[in-house]
Nanobody, 122 residues
Framework: QVQLVESGGGLVQAGGSLRLSCQAS????????VGWFRQAPGEDREVVAR??????????DYGDSVKGRFSISRDIAKNTVYLEMNSLRPEDTGVYYC?????????????WGQGTQVTVSS
C-alpha cells in the first residue's frame, strides 16, 4: 500500500521559512514524479513545485508566485521529497499536499498525502 506522509507545516511570520517533508512508503520515490500542491480556503488547488522522476531530465518547475522563494528537492536514501519555503507571505497560507505519479504530477496524480497546514501571519 502506497502512503505519502507530509510534515513540517505550522505557523510562521511573514518573511520566515519552513521546510516541508513528504515521506513515501510502499513505493520508491525515485521511480515517480513528485510534486507539491496547495489549497487556500475557497480556492482551487494549485501546483507549487514539481520534480521529474529519476532517470528523466531531472526537470523542476514552480508556480509563478513561488519562483525564487521555494525549492523542491529529493533525498533518495530517505525516500523523501522536501519543499524549502523562504520569504513566506500571508498569501502562501493553505494546506500543502504532496503528490506522486508514475509519469507527471498534476491535479489527477495517482498518489496523494493527507496535507499539512501552513499559516503565514502578517
Amino acid at each position: 500500500q502506497v502512503q505519502l506522509v507530509e510534515s513540517g507545516g505550522g505557523l510562521v511570520q511573514a518573511g520566515g521559512s519552513l521546510r516541508l517533508s513528504c515521506q513515501a512508503s510502499g513505493v520508491t520515490f525515485s521511480s515517480l514524479a513528485v510534486g507539491w500542491f496547495r489549497q487556500a480556503p475557497g480556492e482551487d488547488r494549485e501546483v507549487v513545485a514539481r520534480i521529474n522522476r529519476i532517470g528523466s531530465s531531472g526537470y523542476k518547475d514552480y508556480g509563478d508566485s513561488v519562483k525564487g522563494r521555494f525549492s523542491i528537492s529529493r533525498d533518495i536514501a530517505k525516500n523523501t521529497v522536501y519543499l524549502e519555503m523562504n520569504s513566506l507571505r500571508p498569501e502562501d497560507t493553505g494546506v500543502y499536499y504532496c503528490a506522486a505519479d508514475p509519469f507527471v504530477t498534476t491535479l489527477r496524480s495517482t498518489y496523494w498525502g493527507q496535507g499539512t497546514q501552513v499559516t503565514v501571519s502578517s
